[in-house]
C-alpha cells in the first residue's frame, strides 16, 4: 500500500469523530508504553496514533509517521512467499493475530520485531481500525542464535571423538544423545537407539542381574560408576568396553541425567591375552596413548573453553534480564543452561583426566603420580602415601607414560579387590636401578585362587615392564596385603 492510498491527507486535519475515536482507543492502551511499541491504524492499515516508545523503536517521529502506511517499516524479505500486510488484515477476521518478522528503522538499520495486532470496532460492529503493540526482539533472536551456534559447536566437537562413544542419558537411562563414536562402536544409527533404555547394550546375564540399573544408582549416589565387561553391539556381536558413567546435576544438586562414555577394549584386551611380541605391544600401547592424549587435551582445551564461554554467555545473558535488557522469561533459560554448563564441564574434566591427565605431558611424571594419589583417595576414600625420590633423574617420554600406567593400573586394582584402607606408593632411584612400589593393607591373594599375575590389569603391568626391560614381582606382603614391585633399568627410563 503506498501512502497515497491511505485515507485523508497528514497536513489536514482528521474529522472530530475520526479524532476523537483515535484518541479513545489511543487511551486505551497508554498503560502498555515503556519498552513497547503503541500505535493505532485505521481500518486501511494507515498509522493514527504513535507513542513515545514507537519514536524510540523506529526513529520516527509522530509527526514523520502518522498517516503513513504501516508497510514504510516493513523490511523487504519480512515475510518469504507472503504480504506484511496480510498479518495485521487477519485481526480483523480472527479478532487478534501475533506476528514476527524484520523491520526497518528510519536510519535504515534492520530490527526484529514482536507485534500483536487486535481489531478494534465501533459500537455498532464496523470495523473502526486496529491497535498494535511491537517490542524490538533483536536482542532476544540475537541470543538464541548464539546459543543455537555455541550448541552446534558442542555437539560437532563431541560427534568428532571417533574411538570413544559419548552419549547422555536421562534420569531413567534413557538414550538421547548420540555421537558418532557411539555409532561406530555400538553400530546403532541415531535414529535407531534415541528414545531407547541403554541396557539394550548389555549382555542378557547382565540384564537378568540388574547390571544397568546398578550402575547408574551408583553413579547417582557417588557421582560416578566404572565397569569393564563384554557389551553387545547392534549385531549381535560382543566386545569388551570400559565404561564410565557420571551424574549431571544441576546448581541445586537435583539430577538431571548422566553422560557416558565407552571405550571398545577389545583388541587391547586380546593383545594382553595372546601376549604377542614386544614391538607390536609397544607400538599398539604409543598409538593408544597418542590417541588418549589427543582426545584428552580436545576435550580439556577446546571443549573446556567452549562450555566455559557459553557460561559466561548464559550470565551475561542473567544480568541482562535483571537489568530489564532482555524479556523476564529468559532468566529461567539462561539460569537452566548454566546449570546444564556446570555438569558437563564437571564431566568433561573427568573424562579428560581418566584419559591422561595434563600434568603427564606438561609438568612431568612426580606431579601426575602425586595427582593420581590425591585424586584417587578422594575417590575412593583410601589414605595414598606417596614417597617419591629419584633425584636429578629426567624420565623419558615413553617411561614417564609406562610407570604412570603401572601406578594406575595397580591403584585400580586396588580399588576393585583389595578392600583396603592404606596403600603406599614409591618411586625410588637405588643404584642403577628405578624402583617402583605399590603396596595396600587390604585382604591379598587367595592361594587357593587362580594366580593374581592373570588378572587384565596386571597382565598389562606386565607388559609394560617388560617392555621397558625390567621385571616385575606380585605377592601378598607378610602382614597379609599385597604389593606389586618393579624394577627397571635406568638406561631404559632415564632421558637421553
Not at 271 to 294: G, M, P, S, W, Y
Request: proline residues 3%.
Amino acid at each position: 500500500m503506498s501512502s497515497e492510498e491511505c485515507a485523508g491527507n497528514p497536513d489536514e486535519a482528521p474529522t472530530s469523530g475520526g479524532l476523537e475515536n483515535a484518541r479513545d482507543r489511543f487511551q486505551l492502551m497508554l498503560d502498555l508504553d515503556g519498552d513497547f511499541a503503541v500505535f493505532t491504524l485505521d481500518s486501511n492499515g494507515c498509522i493514527e496514533t504513535w507513542n513515545t516508545a514507537a519514536e524510540r523503536v523506529t526513529g520516527y517521529g509522530a509527526g514523520e509517521i502518522v498517516g503513513k502506511p504501516l508497510t514504510v517499516l516493513f523490511a523487504p524479505d519480512f515475510a518469504e512467499g507472503a504480504q506484511p500486510m496480510d498479518a495485521v488484515f487477519s485481526a480483523a477476521s480472527k479478532g487478534q493475530t501475533r506476528y514476527e518478522g524484520w523491520h526497518v528503522r528510519k536510519d535504515g538499520a534492520r530490527f526484529w520485531a514482536n507485534v500483536v495486532v487486535s481489531a478494534q470496532r465501533h459500537g455498532q460492529g464496523d470495523l473502526a481500525g486496529f491497535a498494535a503493540v511491537a517490542l524490538d526482539a533483536s536482542e532476544r533472536l540475537l541470543y538464541e542464535a548464539r546459543l543455537r551456534r555455541s550448541e552446534e559447536k558442542l555437539r560437532l566437537m563431541i560427534d568428532s571423538v571417533q574411538d570413544y562413544a559419548i552419549f547422555m542419558l536421562s534420569t531413567a537411562g534413557i538414550v538421547i544423545s548420540w555421537n558418532s563414536g557411539a555409532r561406530k562402536i555400538k553400530g546403532y544409527a541415531p535414529d535407531e537407539i534415541l528414545g531407547h533404555h541403554f541396557s539394550v547394550f548389555y549382555t542378557p546375564e547382565d540384564q537378568a542381574a540388574g547390571l544397568p540399573q546398578q550402575l547408574l544408582a551408583t553413579a547417582a549416589a557417588e557421582g560416578r560408576a566404572q565397569s569393564e565387561g563384554w557389551r553387545v553391539r547392534r549385531d549381535g556381536s560382543r566386545f569388551w568396553a570400559d565404561v564410565v558413567i557420571s551424574a549431571i546435576r544441576d546448581s541445586s544438586g537435583t539430577l538431571q541425567g548422566f553422560s557416558k562414555v565407552t571405550r571398545d577394549l577389545t583388541e587391547r584386551r586380546r593383545l594382553n591375552e595372546l601376549e604377542r611380541a614386544v614391538e607390536i605391544a609397544t607400538a599398539a600401547e604409543r598409538a593408544r596413548e597418542a590417541e588418549k592424549a589427543r582426545v584428552a587435551r580436545e576435550l580439556h582445551d577446546d571443549l573446556g573453553q567452549q562450555l566455559a564461554a557459553l557460561k559466561l554467555y548464559a550470565a551475561e545473558n542473567e544480568r541482562a534480564v535483571e537489568s530489564g535488557v532482555l524479556m523476564p522469561d529468559h532468566a529461567k533459560k539462561a539460569h537452566a543452561l548454566a546449570s546444564q554448563i556446570d555438569g558437563m564441564m564437571t564431566a568433561v574434566r573427568r573424562i579428560a583426566a581418566d584419559l591422561r591427565p595434563t600434568l603427564l605431558d606438561d609438568l612431568g611424571l612426580v606431579p601426575a603420580v602425586e595427582w593420581l594419589a590425591e585424586d584417587f583417595s578422594r575417590r575412593f576414600r583410601v589414605n595414598v602415601q606417596t614417597r617419591l625420590n629419584i633425584g636429578d633423574l629426567e624420565f623419558n617420554e615413553t617411561a614417564a607414560t609406562a610407570i604412570f600406567r603401572i601406578v594406575q593400573e595397580a591403584l585400580t586394582n586396588v580399588a576393585r579387590h583389595a578392600h583396603a584402607t592404606r596403600v603406599c606408593v614409591s618411586i625410588e632411584v637405588v643404584g642403577g636401578e628405578c624402583k617402583i612400589n605399590v603396596e595396600d593393607d587390604g585382604i591379598g591373594v587367595n592361594p587357593d585362587e587362580p594366580k593374581k599375575e592373570k588378572s587384565f590389569g596386571l597382565l598389562g603391568i606386565g607388559e609394560r615392564v617388560r617392555q621397558l626391560g625390567g621385571s616385575a614381582r606380585f605377592a601378598n606382603t607378610q602382614e597379609g596385603g599385597f604389593k606389586i614391585s618393579v624394577t627397571l633399568p635406568i638406561s631404559a627410563v632415564k632421558r637421553i
